[in-house]
């Protein structure tokens, strides 16, 4: 249920090339054809479903579309879960671009405020977190450096979204940093109705002043 999207400079989807999908990893190139930025994504959209049938614990893992005739009408004790992830990386060939940037209204993302690419040690950056196209407010963002398998200290930083969705993070020093905010619903409602977990991952990197 992982996908893999890519999109240009001028907001069209790229197609990626030289596709290998391993045991533990899987890589690809992408041909920077044209001047300006591309968003490179994984997508993930999954639904996950637990019953009890004849007292055992049954479960089940697919899409949306097919939970209707995959799991029985009345299940026991059933609890679905709809879960949406997106990981990011942003690259961009001479000229930073914007069209790329632009949120798709679905699942948690990422609405840069100020360029990803055009990051700074001792600069403050603004992004903004949408759920589904609206403002994420109250959201916990953790931001870690780079290189934690060489520390024993993560140096997390935790923020909080302001009620437009809105976060500032000042970058301490030069390197790659892992952003990541998530949210999901408090309770599984039971029956068919699912209970959202959404999830957002960049890798970004900040360049000497």
């Known amino acids: 249920m992982a996908e893999l999207a890519i999109t240009g ?4 989807p790229v197609e990626a090339q030289n596709k290998s999908t391993g ?11 044209k001047p300006g930025t591309y968003r ?8 996950f479903a637990t019953w009890k049938e004849n007292g055992q614990t049954r479960r ?26 997106r990981v990011e990386i942003f ?6 671009t914007t069209e790329a940037l632009k949120p798709t209204g679905k699942g948690l993302e990422l609405e840069p405020v100020t360029h990803p690419n055009d990051l700074f040690a001792g600069e403050a950056a603004r992004f903004r977190l949408l759920i589904d196209g609206k403002p994420a407010a109250k959201l916990k963002v953790t931001v870690i450096p780079g290189g934690i398998r060489y520390r024993q200290n993560l140096q997390e930083t935790s923020i909080e979204t302001a009620e437009n969705g809105e976060f500032s993070v000042k970058w301490p020093e030069p390197g ?4 990541n905010g998530t949210v999901q619903d408090d309770d599984a409602p039971a029956g068919r109705q699912p209970r959202r ?3 957002y991952a960049a890798t970004l990197e900040v360049l000497s002043p």
């Open 176 to 179: 790659m940093y892992w952003i």
């Open 40 to 47: 490179i994504a994984t997508l993930n959209d999954g639904v």
């Open 91 to 96: 690259v961009t060939a001479g000229k930073p």
């Open 60 to 85: 089940w893992r697919g899409t949306m579309e097919a939970l209707s005739k995959d799991v029985p009408e009345k299940a026991d004790d059933l609890r679905v879960t709809h879960a949406q992830g």
């Open 23 to 33: 045991r533990y990893r899987s890589s690809f190139d992408v041909e920077l054809a």
């Open 9 to 12: 400079p001028d907001g069209q």
């Open 197 to 199: 977990r959404l999830n």
